[in-house]
Every structure is written in C-alpha cells, then in structure tokens.
Nanobody
C-alpha cells in the first residue's frame, strides 16, 4: 500500500496557472507509473495525465494536452501537475494515483491501485 497526498489546489481565474503536487509514502514503493485524474460534480472521474516512473514517459488527455505538464521527482517520490491556461471546465477534484504494473490501460481508473484524497481546483470565468 502507498499513501498519496495531493496539494496545491485552489481558486484561480481563467487563463491562470496552478501547480499540483502529490507526495507518495509507504513501506515500499514500486510504481510503474503515476497519474492524475479529475472528477467534476455530476461527472465520472477522467484521466488527465500520467508519467512512467523510470523513464518519465508522459501521456495526456486530449483536453489538457499543450496546457498541462506532468513531472516527477523520483528521489522525493513526488509527482507534479503544472496546469497553465486554465479553463472553467478544468474545475474538478484532482486525484493522484499509482499504477503498479504495466498491465491494463493507463487511461482507466482500474489500472491504478492507490489514490490520494484529492485536491479541489476551481477555475472562475
């Protein structure tokens, strides 16, 4: 089991930026990848971005590509999500998650075993 704690959420005006952080801890940590998901009220949780732990390969949802950047610090066991050019439709609770194995789909919640508590991001018009 891995404990994940997100931080950095808040209220920002459209066009602004936020940087989310996710700190991982636990007895063992053997992640294949880490990802960010988000869930807006009344909507399903959706994939945002992911990064492989060893090589740092990244992938993004089409809705955030070119605006968001995922990164990680392997020494600190941290993953970040830099969000630029924020839009009101980015408003959601953002969750950090750990994908332990390469099996499954990177875009699916089912592939991720451990989740943080979430951090609220609100983008005003």
């Amino acid at each position: 089991q891995v404990q994940l704690v997100e931080s950095g959420g808040g209220l920002v005006q459209a066009g602004g930026s936020l940087r989310l952080s996710c700190a991982a801890s636990g007895r063992t940590f053997s992640a294949y990848a880490m990802g960010w998901f988000r869930q807006a009220p009344g909507k399903e949780r959706e994939f945002v971005a992911c990064i492989t732990w060893n090589m740092g390969f990244t992938d993004y949802a089409a809705s955030v590509k070119g605006r968001f950047t995922i990164s990680r610090d392997t020494a600190k066991k941290m993953v970040y999500l830099q969000m630029n050019s924020l839009k009101p439709e980015d408003t959601a609770v953002y969750y950090c998650a750990v994908r332990a194995q390469s099996t499954g789909s990177k875009y699916s919640e089912a592939a991720y075993a451990d989740w943080g508590q979430g951090t609220q991001v609100t983008v005003s018009s």
